[in-house]
């Protein structure tokens, strides 16, 4: 199993931007397929981002397409999320997952491996 350590939350405004970072420990990071989520209070946990083993492929929540980027540095073991225009209503607190298949998932409960998770916060 990975272990995973996200970081990088914080306050902003709206239409500001904000980089998460995911570092993970353990071996063979280059396995994992790796997705972000996050959850609002109150809300059950959304996926938001997915990206495959050697960053071929991606996919993305329709909410948050063309606004975040996710990327992979599999020498670094760290996966990101760039997230550009930021919204209200994308605060929440945001985790990274991890599963030893190629490609990620939009499904929570596919992933293994979870961060702590890191909170954002966007103010009108």
């Known amino acids: 199993q990975v272990q995973l350590v996200e970081s990088g939350g914080g306050l902003v405004q709206a239409g500001g931007s904000l980089r998460l970072s995911c570092a993970a420990s353990g071996r063979s990071f280059s396995s994992y397929g790796l997705g972000w989520f996050r959850q609002a209070p109150g809300k059950e946990r959304e996926f938001v981002a997915t990206?495959?083993?050697?960053?071929?492929?991606?996919n993305y929540a329709d909410s948050v397409k063309g606004r975040f980027t996710i990327s992979r540095d599999n020498a670094k073991n760290t996966v990101y999320l760039e997230m550009n225009s930021l919204k209200p209503e994308d605060t929440a607190v945001y985790y990274c997952?991890?599963?030893?298949?190629?490609?990620?998932?939009?499904?929570?409960?596919?992933?293994?491996?979870w961060g702590q998770g890191t909170q954002v916060t966007v103010s009108s």
């Open positions: 990206i495959s083993w050697n960053s071929g492929m991606t």
């Open positions: 997952a991890a599963r030893l298949l190629a490609f990620g998932s939009t499904k929570s409960d596919e992933y293994a491996s």
